[in-house]
């Protein structure tokens, strides 16, 4: 097929390449003249594990990139992936969006046929109230337009969509009881995702428009309460001395609750969990109906940044004391600092008098934006050197990595682990103070 994909964020540049690894001609529209000359000159916009060489073989190729939406009417469905910002009171700025539809729309106006697939993160019936009108507005019926939700972590966003739980299909005819041969998004979608359903055949679901919007939601809520619940459970664990982390393995083998998202820690962050739990709880609220449960969870939450500080108080006076920061983003395996726990920690102990200096692998540039004085160094090792303390917030392998001589050369050799990354096991040095957040 010859795709369109309009966004080259995270989930847009992710998608747009892979499509093009399947054989689709591509088309990616982005408003930014600097990420439309990079991908087409075979670069990567942003940095994902996996993205780097599908953009540098299919760049510039089957993958172009563009800034006019004139080129859209020679493809046969449009993905929209635009961000969703939070406002202040939690809900979403679908403005972006709403600008990315009217254009679409107007740049469909002459077209026979086409599909327009929102695969942006909105809240429930804003497809089928608000995008689907505005891109009906000068096409007419002639779009059909659809819904799909992405599943795909940033760090691991290409693995994601290479084997997903699920695929889920959201379409207008699935509402109206269209005959699933004779609903065009549908259609569309199977087309387009051909390849992958071929070689791992995920399951799938098909849905209305409102259902595909809530199931994402719904997943990362749930997710979000999870891990959250599990940090709940680990603060508890510490005050009767137990690692948390024990108690995670036992309670993972329930089938009921599972392994995954059960490493207690400083919390999550980044552009979903926070974005997309408050937008639903902004939603459900404006619906009259107070979540109590999700509230929870994003208190919990933001409160573990303050308990990580707290912990380092019982161990240094961190006045005028040189802390490093270990960490940056607010995962391994992506720059984007969105959200990042660091954020809070790094205000902390500002706060507390304390002099700090960063060190993360790719995501320095990117914190400078929220903290333009940030001292930084080229490595953990040169972060730690003469370091009166230190605090992990981004659980990064190279840090587990660490030997003796790196904390040895610390002035005070304190270290209080966020993430659960350092083994102190293999570890010699004199007067190591080592404490985690809930174990």
Known sequence: MHVSVVGSGYVGSTIAAVFAEWGHEVTAVDV??????????????????????????????????????????????????????????????????????????????????????VKSTVV??????????????????????????????????????????????????????????????????????????????????????????????????????KVSLINDLGNIAKEFDVDAYEIADAIGLDDRIGERFLRSGVGWGGSCFPKDVKAIIAAAQAEGYEPAVLQAAVDLNDRQPERLLELLDRHADVEDATVAVLGLSFKPGTDDVRNSRAIPVIEGLESRGANVIAYDPVAEANMREQFPDLTTADSAEAALAGADATVVVTGWDEFSALDSDAFAAMATPIVVDGRRVIDTDDLDVDGLVYDGLTW
């Open 32 to 117: 930014d003249q600097e990420i439309v000359d990079a991908i087409n000159s075979g670069e990567a916009p942003i940095h994902e594990p996996g993205l780097d060489e599908r953009v540098a073989e299919h760049g510039g190729g089957r993958l172009h990139a563009t800034t006019n939406y004139d080129e859209i009417p020679e493809t046969d469905v449009t993905f929209l992936a635009l961000p969703t910002p939070s406002r202040a009171d939690g809900s979403i700025d679908t403005s972006i969006i709403e600008a990315a539809a009217e254009a679409l729309g107007e740049a469909l106006a002459d077209v026979d046929e086409h599909v327009a697939i």
């Open 124 to 225: 429930p019936g804003t497809t089928r109230d608000v995008l689907a009108p505005l891109i009906r507005a000068e096409a007419g019926d002639r779009v059909s337009v659809g819904m799909n939700p992405e599943f795909q972590r940033e760090g691991t966003a290409v693995a994601d969509f290479l084997d997903p739980d699920k695929l889920v299909f959201g379409t207008e005819g699935h509402d109206a009881g269209v005959p699933s041969e004779e609903d065009r998004a549908l259609a569309a979608l199977h087309e387009v995702f051909a390849p992958l359903i071929e070689a791992e055949d995920p399951p799938i679901v098909e849905t209305g428009l409102t259902e595909a919007e809530f199931i994402k939601y719904a997943n990362n809520a749930f997710l979000a309460a």
